[in-house]
């Protein structure tokens, strides 16, 4: 089964919050959202999901962050938001 194929999609593996994958969505949300602190760091971690389209495209990222990320209240990024999201 191909690592990116939709039935290896539907059987996600369990993976434990780590640094590593913290830091991954760290990285991952600055790229989207304004105002990310690329310093912060946590011993405590929660899963994020998020959903955007961008352009034609449709993003979907799941992971974990540092607690103190706060990543559902980021703004995003003006060239990501949609018409009516768009900060002027």
């Known amino acids: ?3 990116g194929s939709p039935q290896e999609c539907k059987k996600p593996q369990l993976l434990e919050c780590s640094k590593l994958l913290a830091n991954n969505t760290r990285t991952y949300l600055d790229a989207y959202h304004l ?3 690329l ?6 971690y929660e899963c994020l999901y ?3 389209k961008v352009g034609s495209a449709d993003v ?3 992971g974990c962050t540092y607690d103190n990320i706060n990543g ?3 703004q995003l990024r003006p060239q990501f938001a949609a018409p009516s999201q768009q900060y002027i």
């Open 1 to 3: 089964m191909d690592k």
């Open 35 to 37: 105002g990310v602190n």
């Open 39 to 44: 310093n912060a760091t946590s011993l405590y």
């Open 50 to 52: 998020e959903e955007l």
């Open 60 to 62: 979907h990222y799941r």
């Open 72 to 74: 559902c209240q980021l």
